[in-house]
Structures are given as structure tokens and as C-alpha cells.
């Protein structure tokens, strides 16, 4: 099945730093999306890329589809503490009819205040 | 709040019981989706249904089921409960989407979880 590969694993960053991620695949994918996960929460949708080069952002969060199809970019931009958690990577399989999401194995962002 | 509900929070069993997972999607979402994540695993997709029927099926072991029901709430069931079901079973619903002249219902909004303790 597809496969999404993140790094890094985790990271340790000051306040005030930006922070850059990225998530890669063997695979094409149509969609990317961006997931937060907070201790003891479900996981947030941050931000959904629909196309190749494209470009979003959510405040101080971006994200970008890699023109290859095959990775994508989060930035955090002026790091806070609030920023801590998992950020997961998705793409779904949209074959037959089902959008199921599979998932990378998540960056886990530490913010030294 | 992601308008995703899921009962219970909390849930300790013993080995060989059988529990029931409730998940209502947000209003007006028709999909429904079941995920797993335990620590080894991350997130594992298991099954899905869309307006009350299933559309497709993951990684999901045979003494696990689900159903959707005509109020779109749906139920997971696990049975012959083991020590490595005990995970976090998150439910997610999704409605669709469109951008980029494409519809889809790729933008899946998760609940709380419920996690899931088997001793």
C-alpha cells in the first residue's frame, strides 16, 4: 500500500523560530493534507493542497504540494508554545469510491519558551 | 470542536469481552470513517461507510465490525478483545469538497477518540 514518510521524527525549537517539515511518497497523490494532534485530542485539520505547486496558508502556517506530486511542505512561521504537538501528513486513496486517509508516522514539535 | 462526537472517552475491558464504540458525524456529513492508532502502528484506516452503507474496508481484523445507521450515527464493534486492540479508535466524517474544478470528500474532520484499555 502507499506509504508516507515524515521528517523529522521530532524537533526541538526555540519560540520565536520558524519550523520546516516535509512528508514524502513512493507514490502520486492527488490531495495533502496537514494534521495537528494535541495530547489526548483528535487529530485537526490544518490545511488541504488539491494541486501540484500550490501554495496555501492558515495563518502562520504553509503548506505547499510538491510539483512532483510525490511530497509536500508545512512551515511554521514565529514558533509559540501552543504550536506543540503531532503534525501528520495524509493523502487518501481515491480509489473505487473511498477517500480513506493513510497517514504518515507524524513530526512531534517541541517549543522551548 | 470539530463537530465530531464519539462515546465513550474512556474505556477499560478485560481480554475476550466485546465492546461497542458510538461515532455521529458532523450534520450533513454522510461518511463515516474508523481509524486506529496505536503507537507502533501511527494511524491505520479500518473501515468506511457512506450514507449507511460500507464503502471500503483497510486494515480491520474479522472480530471487528461496523455499521451505520439510518441517522448516520455509526458504531464500531469489537469482539474477542486482545492485549494489542487496546489503541486510540478514532471516528472522522467528511462532506464534499471542491477546488480545482474536482469534488471530493478528501477533508476528514476527526473526533475525540475513545481509547480503548485492555487488560
Known amino acids: 500500500g502507499q506509504q508516507l514518510n515524515q521528517s523529522p521524527q521530532s524537533m526541538f525549537i526555540q519560540e520565536g523560530e520558524d519550523v520546516s517539515m516535509n512528508c514524502t511518497s513512493s507514490?502520486?497523490?492527488?490531495?495533502w493534507l496537514w494534521y495537528k494532534q494535541e495530547p489526548g485530542e483528535g487529530p485537526v485539520l490544518l490545511i488541504a493542497?488539491?494541486?501540484?505547486?500550490e501554495l496555501t496558508s492558515n495563518g502562520r502556517l504553509t503548506a505547499q504540494f510538491g510539483i512532483t506530486r510525490k511530497d509536500s511542505f508545512l512551515n511554521i512561521s514565529a514558533s509559540i508554545p501552543s504550536d506543540v504537538g503531532i503534525y501528520f501528513c495524509?493523502?487518501?486513496?481515491?480509489?473505487?469510491?473511498?477517500?480513506?486517509?493513510?497517514f504518515g508516522k507524524g513530526t512531534k514539535l517541541s517549543v522551548i519558551p | 470542536d470539530s463537530g465530531v462526537t464519539q462515546t465513550p472517552k474512556h474505556l477499560i475491558t478485560a481480554t475476550g469481552q466485546r465492546v461497542t464504540l458510538r461515532c455521529s458525524p458532523r450534520?450533513?456529513?454522510?461518511?463515516v470513517y474508523w481509524y486506529q492508532q496505536s503507537l507502533d502502528q501511527g494511524l491505520q484506516f479500518l473501515i468506511q461507510?457512506?450514507?449507511?452503507?460500507?464503502?471500503a474496508k483497510g486494515n480491520i481484523l474479522e472480530r471487528f465490525s461496523a455499521q451505520q445507521f439510518p441517522d448516520l450515527h455509526s458504531e464500531l464493534n469489537l469482539s474477542s478483545l486482545e492485549l494489542g486492540d487496546s489503541a486510540l479508535y478514532f471516528c472522522?466524517?467528511?462532506?464534499?469538497?471542491?477546488?480545482?474544478?474536482?469534488?471530493?470528500?478528501?477533508?476528514?474532520?476527526f473526533g475525540p477518540g475513545t481509547r480503548l484499555t485492555v487488560l
Open positions: 472522522a466524517s467528511s462532506v464534499a469538497t471542491y477546488r480545482w474544478g474536482v469534488w471530493s470528500y478528501n477533508e476528514q474532520f
Open positions: 495524509a493523502g487518501p486513496d481515491s480509489g473505487a469510491g473511498s477517500y480513506q486517509l493513510t
Open positions: 450534520s450533513g456529513d454522510l461518511s
Open positions: 461507510y457512506y450514507n449507511g452503507e460500507e464503502r
Open positions: 507514490s502520486i497523490f492527488n490531495t
Open positions: 493542497l488539491y494541486k501540484a505547486g
